[in-house]
């Protein structure tokens, strides 16, 4: 299949061209283009002619592109399900699922409304809040989940009437180009355009004077590149980063129902996912039994290629995390005891069996740092106070989970945690209605919910004074 860049509105090739892996294999499955900087240019420059008519339209316009883009992934949902399989790694379910959330978030921004809001109407004065669009958006996403991120950046920005460039990570261009075809013919030219690059365009796109947002989700490193680039222009910034959210099990948990729980919100997507549950505080009293479910949930699991049937734990996305996880598995090994995995299944591709890590030092850096990896710390506690210490260290605060069979317990526990969202007895869970925010070095800004929609929007105000003219 031949992949095609978005340039305004043309389906278009390049001279220069990326080659995608296959994480299973570790050989390449396809190649796609890449956008050369001045194709960069050539999208800014068509994205801002087309923004002010698209924005003029009615909103109701914007609607049913939306519904149509929402339609055509349904329509086209295996072959983008099997195309974010060879790219990404996840098995087929799991990219199954991500086109059904990828198309209910779409659905569901199209449903949504920033209306005016008056906040002052007497004799003295008329003072209303409006919502503008913003003009470009840039979306940059991870290779986590390509489809699903690149769908709700790109929602919420047409929605409010701004143009939108996407960016995708070089290793999952894939989804993101079958993106572009979907959408092409349902929008203006430049309204939408998506470019490859290889790390390269992004401080272009996110330092550029015509550019007014930028929405990026990765890692808090490259994040930190991007508000830098950001800086000249003071453009608007959502940064959606890492994370290391805990889970505290109470001594009040039912072990058997909690297990399972925990072992989902950690071993998704192969551990890859930014609020998937990287460290877990079990008290003592059922440490011992919650470390064995675990571990026997970790011997369950079948890993290989994600189109075989059966498989439930793709590869690592690329060379660089599975050597990142080859490395937390040596620091599991020196600093705890692997009682489930640690073996990497030879096949060729970036293999790494789920792996449960116990008695593990509480400074160890596979417990404070970002695995992004199928390996579990699990550590014990006795007192809540220094676990809820413990668990607010660090640079992150993205999400964490309170495991208990006591609610009011729980959600006063709740209260303490550093954290953007807090789950109660799930982990994982995130939705278009619901904000999203991260705390500390986990991010800035907010997606979902009408709080995340706003901030694809310039807030203005009109203000009129009465009886004074
Ligand atoms: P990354 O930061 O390496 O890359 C993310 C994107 O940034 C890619 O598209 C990349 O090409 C681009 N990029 C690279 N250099 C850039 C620059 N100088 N300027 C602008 N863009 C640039 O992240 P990753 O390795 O793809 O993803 C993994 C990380 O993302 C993890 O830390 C994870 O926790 C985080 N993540 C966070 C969320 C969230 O919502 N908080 C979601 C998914 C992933």
Redesign the pocket.
């Known amino acids: 299949m031949a992949y095609k860049l978005l340039i305004d509105g043309e389906l278009t090739d390049s001279d220069l061209r990326l080659e995608v892996v296959n994480p299973a294999t570790g050989k390449p499955w396809t190649s796609v283009p890449r956008a050369s900087a001045m194709q960069a240019e050539v999208a800014i420059a068509a994205a801002k002619r087309a923004q002010p008519s698209w924005a003029a339209r009615p909103i109701d316009e914007r609607r049913k592109v939306l519904r149509a883009l929402a339609d055509r992934i349904e329509t086209n949902g295996e072959a983008f399900a099997r195309a974010m399989v060879q790219e990404q790694g996840k098995p087929l379910a799991e990219a199954s699922l991500e086109v059904v959330h990828a198309s209910g978030f779409l659905r569901a921004f199209a449903e949504m409304s920033l209306e005016a809001e008056v906040v002052q109407d007497d004799a003295d004065y008329l003072i209303e809040v409006h919502h503008r669009p913003l003009g470009i958006v840039v979306g940059?996403?991870?290779?986590?989940?390509p489809l699903l991120?690149a769908s709700y950046k790109l929602a919420p920005a047409l929605l409010l009437g701004n143009a939108f460039i996407l960016?995708?990570?070089?290793t999952t261009p894939v989804s993101a180009l079958m993106l572009a075809e979907a959408v092409a013919d349902l929008v203006p030219p430049g309204i939408v355009n998506v470019l490859v690059?290889d790390?390269d365009l992004?401080?272009l796109?996110?330092g550029h004077p015509d550019v007014q947002k930028v929405s990026?989700?990765?890692?808090?490193?490259?994040?930190r590149?991007?508000m830098a680039?950001a800086a000249n222009t003071l453009k608007r910034l959502t940064l959606?980063?890492?994370?290391n959210d805990a889970a505290i099990v109470l001594d009040d948990a039912d072990v058997a129902k909690v297990a399972p729980g925990i072992f989902g919100g950690a071993f998704f997507n192969a551990g890859q996912?930014?609020?998937a549950v990287k460290r877990v505080y079990a008290h003592r009293s059922i440490y011992d039994a919650l470390v064995e479910q675990l571990a026997a949930l970790a011997r369950e699991a079948v890993v290989g290629d994600g189109l075989e049937q059966g498989v439930t734990l793709g590869p690592l996305q690329n060379a660089q995390q599975y050597a990142k996880a080859r490395h937390y598995i040596d620091v599991a090994q020196r600093d705890g005891a692997i009682v489930a995995g640690g073996g990497f299944p030879d096949g060729g591709g970036y293999f790494v069996e789920p792996t449960i890590v116990r008695d593990i030092a509480p400074d160890s850096p596979l417990v404070t740092e970002?695995q992004?990896a199928p390996i579990l710390p699990v550590l014990p506690f006795d007192d809540l106070d220094s676990v809820v210490d413990q668990v607010n260290a660090g640079e992150y605060g993205?999400g964490g989970s309170i495991w208990s069979g006591d609610e009011a317990r729980a959600f006063a526990l709740a209260g303490r945690m550093t954290a953007g969202t807090t789950w109660i007895n799930h982990h994982l869970h995130f939705a278009p209605h619901v904000p999203?925010p991260?705390a500390k070095q986990?991010?800035l800004g907010v997606?979902f919910g009408q709080e995340g929609l706003a901030e694809f929007s310039q807030t203005a105000v009109v203000s009129m004074a009465r009886g004074k003219v």
């Not at 960016?167 to 070089?170: F, G, N, R, T």
């Not at 959606?240 to 994370?243: A, I, K, P, Q, V």
């Open positions: 940059i996403t991870p290779w986590n989940f991120i960016k995708p990570a070089p690059d790390n992004g401080a796109l996110s990026f989700t990765g890692s808090t490193v490259t994040g590149k991007v680039a959606e980063l890492g994370g996912v930014c609020i970002e992004f993205l999203f991260g986990s991010g997606e």
